[in-house]
């Protein structure tokens, strides 16, 4: 079969955009938004997002105080390639803090998160741990909240 120069063939499925991937970076600016809203905008929740070479993406999850120059407050921090699974735990240096240097072992370092599922489980033990409660709790102490 010939194809004429003028003509343009198009190779490429027709559903390409029709895939959809509930990526850890939506969960992450999902529950970001919910904390902005339970805490009445006290709070918010931020995720910076970098690309760090080769296919790697990394995500930081922030805790932000507004009524104090906006500041910023590392909860934990993941990394991925082009898929989002499976995902590494690169820091926690929030809950490292109050639970030492490796609080949530899952995902940690060498043992990778390998399912939404996974992830969204890890993430609710962050969110709901008492130290991401005692954080909380000091931020807004801070400013007399």
């Not at 105080?65 to 590494?88: C, K, M, S």
Request: glycine share 6%.
């Amino acid at each position: 079969m010939d194809i004429a120069l003028e003509e343009t063939v198009d190779l490429w499925p027709k559903d390409l955009f029709e895939f959809r991937i509930n990526t850890p970076l939506a969960i992450m600016k999902e529950q970001a938004s919910l904390l902005t809203k339970k805490s009445n905008h006290r709070l918010r929740a931020e995720v910076e997002t970098r690309a760090t070479g080769g296919d790697k993406f990394r995500h930081i999850f922030y805790l932000i105080v507004p009524a104090l120059e906006d500041y910023r407050y590392e909860l934990f921090e993941i990394e991925h390639g082009v898929l989002p699974y499976p995902l590494t735990i690169i820091s926690q240096p929030g809950i490292a803090i109050i639970f030492g240097s490796k609080p949530i072992v899952k995902g940690f370092g060498s043992d990778p998160i390998n399912s939404e599922t996974e992830f969204v489980d890890w993430l609710k033990g962050v969110l709901q741990s008492t130290a991401t409660k005692k954080i909380i709790g000091s931020l807004f102490a801070q400013f007399g909240t």
